[in-house]
Structures are given as C-alpha cells and as structure tokens.
C-alpha cells in the first residue's frame, strides 16, 4: 500500500479530521466536507424536516415542509470551496422517491444563484449531473440513467478535473456488494470553482434559490457526502482505487429499515417514460420549399390574447396570414344582445387598435426583414367568427367562411389553424366542409394543422375529433401554462429573468415605440402569452418543429395521445411539461426583445439573428462505433458580429443513450455513434451573436443507427 493510499484510509478513519480544512497545504485525500456521520462530521444545522439518525444518516421525506441541511459553523459560504481546480463529491444515498421539482433534485449545492460554485442533482430517471458555476439544466454531464433506485443503498462519486477541458468527468457507482465501478467519463470544460459562491447545503438549494421553492429536496437517506478539492492541480479528482477505500471506509447500516415517516409522503414508483421520445416514421404535411407557413389565428381577445397580439405582429413577415378571426371561448364571449348575455367580452376594436400601432412602427420595421404586410393588408384578414356564445357552431360566420375558402383553395399548404379560444368557429368551418364539400374531407384533413390551446370550448373533443380522424391536432392543453399567468410559478431561476420587471421594461414597455408600450404587464413584469405558442411553432428558427410533432421547439413539443392517433398532446423533457417550452426562452425573449428594437432603431443600430449553417446533410445514417464529425465553420452574421457555438443531444427526444460531443463549444465536434442499431440521435447546433440582445439560431442533425448491412 503507499503512502499516499495509506494517508487518505487514516484520514478517513480519524474523528475530527474534517471541519475547518483550507485547499491550500492540504492533501487532496483529506476532505474538505464531510456531512452525514456519526463522528468528524463538519458543523451543520439542519432545517425544514430533515432528521439526522444515531449513525449520522441524514432523513429527508418525500414531503414538505421541505428542508436543507446547512454546512458549516456559522452559515456562511465555504471559501475552501472555491477556486478548485480539480474536485470529488461522493457519498451513499438511498431514495425514497425519485420524484423530482424542476430540474432535479439536490444532492450538494453551493452556487451562489446561478454561478460560483457546484450543483450535484439527481434526475428522475435515476441518472445524477454535475454542474459548476451554472445552473444545470443545459448541462449534459450525466452519469447514466438508473443509477439511483428506491429503496436500495447506492455509493455515487463524481470526480471532476477543471484543468482540461474533455473527457474530464469520471462517474462511478458500487452498492452495498459491489465494490465501486467507472460507469461514464464525460467532456465538461467548466473551469475551476468560482468565487463568491454560496452557502453549502446538502439535499436541496442553498437561501440564494428558496424564493422560487424548496421542492428540490432529496427525498430519502444521504450517508457520508464527503467533497474533495484541490486548487493547486489535478489530485481532487480521486482515482477509483481511493474511491474504493472511502466506499468500505464509511458504509450506513444496511440492514437498518428505512424510518417510516419518509416513506409516507412518497408517491409510488413512476409507470410512466420520464420523457417522451418523439415516435419514428411519422409522416408531416410541411410548406414548400421556398414558401412561409399559411396560418390563421382565431382569437378571444382575452388579455393573454392581447399580450400575444403584440408579439405576433412584430413577427408578421414569418408567415403568409390568411385570416385574424374573432371567436370566442369558455371564458369570454359576446352574447347575442337578446337572450344570451355577453360574458367577459372585449370587443373586437382591441385588434383594431393593436393594428392601428402596428402602423406607427411599420415604417421602422419593415426596414429589418423582409415580408411585413402593411396595416391596411392587415385589416383585410380581420374576421368576426362565432362569438355569440361558447362552444357555438350553429351557423356560418364571416369567420368560418374565411377558414372554408382557404382550406378549399388550391394553393400548396398546409394550413395551420390556430385556437387562441374555443374551436368552434374551426369546427363550424370544418362541418360545412364536411356536410357540403363531403369529397374534399381528405384533402382538408391533410391540409389543416390545428394548434389548440388549453381546449376552451367543447367542440374539438365533441366534433372535430370524432368527425375528423385524420386531422392532425396539436393540443398545447397544459404546456401553454408556462408562458401563461403561472409563469412565475413554472419557470426556473435562470431563464426567469427573462420574464421579470427589469428586463421586460429595459427591452419591451420602455422606449420601443407605440405597438410595445401597450403590453398589458404586471407591475412591469411579463404578464401572460398562454396563445404564443400557437404561432411561435411555425417561427423557422431551425429546430425543424414543422417536420415533426415530437422533435420540438419555440412552441413546445408534442406527444401522441394514443399510438397511430392524429390528437397531439405536450411531450415531457426529463418528466417536466413545461421544458420543452421554456429550455428556450433565453432564446425567444432575446430574440423578441431585438424585435421591439426594430420598432424604433435603425437597421446599422439593431441586432439581426445569425444564420446557422452545417456542412452536409440534416439526416444521415451511420455506423455503430463511426467518429462523426461535425462542422458549422459556414455559419455567418448579418452584423458582423462574434458567434459562439454549442452542440448538444435532445435526448429527451431522440432515442439513443447519451453521447460525449468532442469540442461542444466550438465550430467543429465529434461524437462517436454508440453501438445501438435502429436508434436516433438527435444533435442541436445553437449558433449565438455577440450583439445587443445577443440572438440564437438553431440547426438539429438527426443520425440514425444503421442496422446489419445498412
């Protein structure tokens, strides 16, 4: 045995060898936390729920009132903690329930916020990742999935080494019979620790996070979370045989029974996919080559219907409009002036007026992108559908009269019908379709694509469902709500900025001309877009959204409601419906915010997105163990600005394990094809400006697994 080996076991083994350590003159083999013993362990305090038992397991339930377990003697961050260049964190868990909050639960976290510091969470598939000096759910430094089970011990390490920039994260994982083994090594050139960063806590977020909620507490037993560092070099990253020692060194009572007040809170096991890859096969109407979306948007002119009107007409250009109907819906309509009564009806001039601001600032506007349509083209496509009352599909409108003549003419679609409201002036379009153009209910039903939000009137699931079987309906019924009234509620810390007062006054409410500064806020904040995205899935941003339900994008991601069917419900991202939507809302807000520039700057003053280019093809076959390489050195900016580069796996969507991507940061990367014929793999390039407000486009490569002799 060396010296050094023999160093770290009588570290281990020694009571208060633990607290007050500095990185400085320290052997990397000494910890510098050691949480979760029964003796040596570094001051804690423990808050919320959590217990700690007589052999120093730290108890956390399944249930609130959530709880963390603070490090250190006075509350105050770990400075030992900072400027690692190399770390380890490692310990056993035993869950109880992997039901997660949003983006994972917490095993150790230090961040002050969202930079400074380390995140180790677990997903709800069973996989952990680590974070440093960012929020984690970008990152794709994962273990693999399944690692973590309920109800059974599992000794986890994670060694990191912020002096190299690939292949520098190592995985491992052993239980109570196995002595611990490599399970991944993982590219994350994140650099060392930073400054500044936030109190440690053990099993959920540090106070820096707790205003958005505590829900990402651990659920079960932690034993031994130790963390490792060294700022001097390499040697925080411990090598399995040290691993090893620590694993048999500080083992929980396995035989103990987990104490019942964790468990009764907990929810069963899932049954269900924690995310919803995106079926293969699939066969999608798509504009011709060369040609905008056809869209008609019908409205009931609820206040998120106006907030989303403000930003629908600063992306007019995007889409060839054939029609701006009023309908109404479950919660607003007109009534009939004698024996319906109207209810919570705003009247059809609001459009007018947004229209009459749309004027002011088209001037401004059109100079940016080509395609604008002018006001009075405007005007021209504003309709009255059925309003009268809700769900009423009695009798035609000019409404539903617009919807027949489009989908029955003979120009290349398809079409995509957008329900802000109810459904019932589509489906009274559709039932005179059905009931008078009986021969062309083929060609509508390949024509039509139906965006409905929330599903706010009874005639989609009553008739058009029922009477249409092979129209395709995208059904945002509960994943519009992140961008809705809840928004505060759904969206995570980092993207939430986006949303909040000062950024909605700086790039929107504030100096952007007349169309902007009627967005009705909420003491400045972003109010309500629940109908947004209903035409942000047809904005081409390069994420390939129209070719696929399943594949995502600004307007969310969809998921069969039954195998083989044409109903479409949200797709989950890592168990939670509401990412798919809000992963990109940096995204989408920079580039809405760019537009309202558009509204008042000159075109050498304002921001232009970049264009993302990949050299080959968007589909391609490969080989099992084939290096792939991947270059996006075509891609421009109209500005002449600074890009940056990302490339990364949806995994939630495609269907391969997780792949390591050689130079993710960079114009050229590498991946080599994991040995599973038949599976996709689903690889997004996000190419990024340096301007003000720095602007994103996307490219997505779908690879596919040959089989056999493919």
């Known amino acids: 045995m060396n010296r050094r080996l023999l160093a770290t076991i009588l570290a281990i083994l020694s009571a208060g060898a633990w607290a007050g350590q500095t990185a400085e003159g320290v052997d990397p083999g000494v910890p510098l936390v050691r949480v979760g013993v029964k003796a040596g362990q570094t001051p804690v305090k423990l808050l919320g729920n959590i217990k700690q038992g007589d052999d120093g397991t730290l108890n956390l339930p399944a249930g609130g009132p959530w709880g963390w377990i603070a490090v250190g003697a006075d509350g105050k961050p770990l400075r030992s903690l900072e400027g690692l260049k190399s770390l380890t964190i490692c310990g056993w868990a035993r869950p109880v329930s992997l039901d997660t909050g949003q983006g994972g639960n917490r095993i150790a976290f230090n961040l002050n916020y969202n930079r400074a510091g380390f995140d180790l969470v677990h997903q709800r598939d069973g996989r952990l990742r680590l974070a440093v000096n960012e929020w984690p759910d970008q990152v794709r430094n994962n273990s693999s999935p399944g690692k973590l089970g309920v109800g059974r011990w599992t000794f986890f390490a994670v060694s990191y080494d912020g002096t190299k920039p690939s292949n520098n994260v190592r995985w491992y994982f052993g239980d109570p019979k196995m002595p611990a083994e490599a399970d991944r ?6 650099g060392p620790t930073g400054t500044g960063s936030g109190l440690l806590t053990i099993g959920n977020y540090n106070p820096t996070i707790h205003r958005h909620g505590t829900d990402r507490q651990f659920r079960g037993q932690l034993h031994a979370v130790q963390i490792f560092g060294s700022r001097t ?38 049954a269900f996919r924690l995310t919803d890859a995106a079926v293969t096969g699939l066969d999608v109407p798509m504009p011709p080559p060369g040609t905008r979306p056809r869209i008609i948007a019908t409205t009931d002119g609820e206040i998120d219907d106006r907030c989303s009107m403000v930003r629908f007409l600063l992306y007019a250009n995007e889409w060839d409009i054939e029609g701006i109907i ?21 009247d059809e001039v609001w459009l007018d007026r947004q229209i009459d601001l749309y004027e002011k600032v088209y001037p401004k506007l059109s100079t940016h992108a080509e395609g604008f349509p002018t006001a ?3 005007r021209k496509l504003v309709y009255t559908g059925n309003v009268a009352n809700v769900g009423d599909m009695s009798h035609d409108t000019p409404g539903s009269d617009r919807i027949v003549e489009i989908l029955l003419d003979d120009r290349p679609g398809p079409v995509y019908l957008q329900a802000w409201g109810g459904t019932n002036t589509i489906a009274r379009a559709l039932w005179k379709i059905q009931h008078e153009h009986p021969d062309q209910m083929d060609k509508v039903s ?29 059904g945002s019924f509960r994943q519009f709500a992140c961008i809705a009234y809840a928004w505060a509620k759904k969206i995570p810390p980092p993207e939430k900025g986006y949303f909040e007062r000062p950024w909605m006054e700086q790039h929107i409410l504030q100096g ?7 967005y009705e806020h909420q003491g400045g904040a972003f109010r309500s877009e629940g109908d947004s995205p209903s035409f942000m899935h047809q904005i081409d941003v390069g994420l390939r959204s129209l070719e696929h339900p399943g594949w995502g994008g600004w307007g969310g991601r969809f998921i069969q409601e039954r195998s083989g069917g044409s109903t479409w419900r949200g797709a ?16 989408f807000q920079n580039d809405w915010a760019a537009r309202a520039d558009w509204c008042v700057k000159n075109r050498d003053e304002a921001n232009h997105p970049p264009r993302a280019v990949i050299a080959g093809s968007l589909d391609r076959s490969v080989q099992p163990g084939q290096k792939v390489t991947l270059s996006a050195a075509g891609s421009t900016d109209p500005d002449g600005d600074r890009l940056s580069y990302k490339w990364w796996q949806y995994t939630d969507v495609d269907t391969a394990t997780p792949i390591d991507i050689t130079g993710a940061a960079s114009p050229a990367a590498s991946f080599v094809v994991p040995d599973e014929p038949g599976k996709t793999i689903h690889v997004i390039l996000e190419v990024t400006d340096a301007g003000t407000p720095p602007l994103t486009r996307f490219r997505r490569i779908v690879f596919t697994v040959a089989k056999g002799s493919d």
């Open 446 to 474: 390949r024509k039509a694509i139906v965006y409905i939000i929330l599903d706010q009137d009874k005639t989609f699931r009553q008739y058009i469902e029922p009477n249409w079987p092979k129209l395709q309906v995208l």
């Open 512 to 518: 952007h001309g007349p169309l902007c500064a009627i």
């Open 185 to 190: 090594t993982t590219s994350y050139g994140a």
């Open 233 to 270: 070099g390499t040697d925080g990253a411990l090598n399995l045989e040290t691993l090893r020692t620590i694993q048999t060194g500080a083992a929980p009572n396995f035989a103990a029974a987990i104490p019942a007040e964790l468990t009764r809170l907990a929810p069963a096991a899932p």
């Open 376 to 378: 009075d083209a405007l």
């Open 572 to 587: 989950r991202d890592a168990g939670n419906l509401d990412k798919p939507i809000w992963r990109f809302a940096e995204a």
């Open 326 to 346: 009023h309908c109404s819906s479950k919660f607003h309509w007109k009534g009939d002036g004698e024996n319906i009564k109207r209810h919570n009806w705003a």
